[in-house]
Structures are given as structure tokens and as C-alpha cells.
């Protein structure tokens, strides 16, 4: 079982708040008690005066009881004299019932025989004992006179609750109020403590939130100076972490330096080698056309006939190569977002073209076209946008048996278009689908493929839609496979900058 996690502060201030009110609790203990002795020491000495003086009342009071033949009682004894609040006196003659009396503010009070027990059965065997009564708690202590008369003397300790009442009020109200105030200062202290923390935490979590992973980067947030003083603990946190980003801020420009120069290799090389390939394709056909020539006016020559074959091949390979340097060339230029060229299109037009151009190379295929019949407009590169359809459809036909149908559709949806390739063929093996839009990605096993290829196609396919600002997926099945291209339908004003005046490339071959 977790238990939810608790904050610093909160910790913090627990510990320190608990500290302290056991402290103060330890304290009101210990002065309640010397207190509280301190008044029942006082209170016993009073008691002894006042148990000398009531018993020598009581010795004088015997003869005259004794003369007049009446039994001496407690009230007879007080009577006619001054005597504080909370006394108490109780007389027991040898042969004679006790009878006992408590002053109060409002007079004196008879102790009923239920009271005279509790005293009597109190002071058994104890000269000293504290009393409970109806009218509340004395001390009291019992003397005898020289004739053997009984007298016990009592003092209300009222007094001392009270006292001990009024100072535990006192403790108690002082102890909440001062908990309070230590609450507040101490939740203000750990607060400004712990802001340079804050600081730490919130700068982490803006430069976590920045897209990494995305053409230039440089992480411009650090901990502000003033958060970060190295003579406190948490303000060099925060003096680590702007080091830390630094050092990454400085790396991903490194990495970001050396990617631009290898796209600038890539296109570089792309570019050189488009001449020398060129050439090599221009001479082969030209040997090829007077080998052909020469083979017409010396039938049958073997040597000829060698020639011719190794020539084919040398155009064949030439051939691929320039493929595979234009691919190339491409991705590096769609990576440096110069390839594009925008303008206004009509792409319910431009999916019957391509879907037109597709059907000659696969006809034992079956092909299917479901489009709308209002234009679909958006900015963008006809020539690319053609060049994403012809490789999905084309990429359809080379993965797929004969028989299989496949179904070019396109729909609106909230300002975005949706252009969507589906066929039912065998499907897409799960081991190479999350590689499937990566550069020279192969390995595709559950289709036959009929051609070979470099491995670029839906590479191209996924630079030339994400260029456009748009998205591609694939979800596939055996008998159920879709290629989702998703853009956005955009007014030609707020299209990206284009160059009206340039015309489109136009489509390099369809997906290898």
C-alpha cells in the first residue's frame, strides 16, 4: 500500500511545530506541578494554624458544654467567631455524635452523617488526607484535646484548583497562539528557503518541455542569479543545473553544426555525382546505339553481343544509382526546407492524375478512386504532393499479390484533408512497421517484393508530408492496410512563402 507523498514544507514544519509543542506541553507540565506543590505546602502550613487554633476553641468550649449538660457541637464551637470561607470543623466527644460544619460565603453548612463517614473514613490511620465532599475538596487533618475529644480541621482547596485551573487556561491559550505564530513564521522561512528550489524545479520543467528533438535548439532558460547563491545549499542546486544546461545547450549545437554539415555533404555529394552518372548513362546509351548499329551490319558477332550485355548492365546500375542520388538529393533538401515550391492545388484533381498514372504499371491489380466532387484546395507543391501519392500507390502495387484491391480516397476533416491508401492485401509485418518511414528501411517480409529497391520511397514520402505541415500513419491487418496522409487545408495568404514564378519539379520516379 503507497501512501501519498508529503511535501518538504509540510515535513519541515510538522517536525518543527511537533518539536516545540512538546516542548511547551513538557514545560506547562512541569510548572503546573511545581505550582500545584507549592500551593498544597501553603495550604498544609495555613491547615496546621488553623487545627491548633479550632482545637484549643474546642478544649475552651468543653467545660461550658460540659456545665450546661449539652453535647458540644461544631457550630457551637464557631459561633461567635471569625472564621475564613472553606473551613471546616467536625467535633466528636467521648460517648456523643459528631457533628461537623463547613463555612461558606453564604454562612455555615452542617455535614450530613454520608459526610462525617467520608471524613472519618478518610483520616483512618493518616493524620493529613485529602477529602472529596459534596461541596468540593478539602485538606484535612485530624488533633485530639486533652480530654479525648475529637477534632478534625479542614481548608477548601478551591483555591488551588482554581489557581491550577486559570494557569492551564493561560498555558494553553499562549501555547495555541504561540504554535500559530510559529506555524506562520515557519511556513514564511521554509517558503523563502526553499524558493530558490522553486526556481530550480519550474526552469527544469520549461526546459523539459522544449521540443528537443526538432531542427535548431538552444535552451535559452537557466536559474536566475539571484537564485542561485553558492553560499546556500539549494542556490548551488541551481548554479549545477545551469552548468548542466549549458554544457547540454552547448552540445546540441555541436550536434546541430555537424548534422548541417552533413546535410550540406549529403546534398553536396548528391549534386556532384549527378554529372559523373549522367555521363555514364549518356555514353552507355550512345555505345549501346552503335553496338546495336554494328551488330545490324555483322550478324550474329558473340563479341558484339558481350558488349551489348555488359553495356545494359553498366546503364541498368547508372540508372539506379541516379535514382538513389536524386532520393538523396531530395531528403537532404526537404531536411534544409528549401525544396518546395508553393502554390494553390487542387488536390481532388491531383489524385486522379496519379491514381491515372498508377493503373498502366498494375494492371492485375484493381484500383478504386473515391473522391469528392467539389475541388479540395490547399497550398502546396503539386509536384512533391504527386510524388507522395504515386509512391504510396506504387508502394501498394509492388507489396501486394495480383487480385489485391486497392482504394485511393480522399475526405475533409475540420480544415484538413485526408488522403488515404488502402489495400487488402497480406499486410505489414508488426517487426518493420515502426521502422517503415526510416531511410533505407527494408525487411519487408509479409509482402513479396517483386523489385528491389533503395529503401527510400516512404521516407520521402513522410519528409515531403511533414514539409507541408501535415502527418502520415500506417495501420495494417492482413486484408486491411491504410497509409493516412493528413494536411492542412490552409488559405493561400497564409501559406509558407513561395516563388510563383518557379515551377514545380516533377515527380521522381514512384517508392523503391
Known sequence: MFTRPVSLQARLMAAVIGFVSLILVVVAVITSATLGGALEQRLQEQLSGYSAATTKLVANAEPLSSLNGTPLTAERVLTGQRVPAGLLLAVQQDGQPASGVIVTTDGARSLTSGELFELTDSLRGASVAQVSLSAGSYLATISQTHDGTIVVTGLSRSEIQRTLGDLFTVIALATLGGLLLLALTTALTISMGLRPLRAVAATATRVAGQPLDRGEVSITERVPEYEADPRTEVGRVGIALNTLLDHVDTSLAARQRNEERMRRFVADASHELRTPLASIRGYSELSLRAIRQAQDAVDGAQTLESTTSALERIQAQSLRMTRLVEDLLLLARLDEGRELVYKDIDLTRLAVEALTDAQ?????????????????????????????????????????????????????????????????????????????????????????????????????????VEGHGGTIEVDSTPGDTTFTVRLPVVDADAAAPRSPSAAPPPPLPPAQ
Open 360 to 464: 498502366p504499371t498494375g494492371q492485375e491489380h484493381s484500383w478504386e478512386l473515391e473522391v469528392p466532387e467539389e475541388p479540395v484546395m490547399l497550398s502546396g507543391d503539386a509536384g512533391r504532393l504527386h510524388q507522395v501519392l504515386a509512391n504510396l500507390l506504387a508502394n501498394a502495387r509492388t507489396h501486394t499479390p495480383p487480385g489485391t484491391r486497392i482504394t485511393l480516397s480522399l475526405t475533409t476533416e475540420q480544415r484538413t484533408a485526408v488522403l488515404r491508401v488502402h489495400d487488402d492485401g497480406p499486410g505489414i509485418d508488426s517487426e518493420v512497421r515502426d521502422e517503415l518511414f526510416a531511410r533505407f528501411a527494408r525487411g519487408d517480409v509479409s509482402r513479396a517484393r517483386q523489385t528491389g529497391g533503395t529503401g527510400l520511397g516512404l521516407a520521402i514520402v513522410k519528409a515531403i
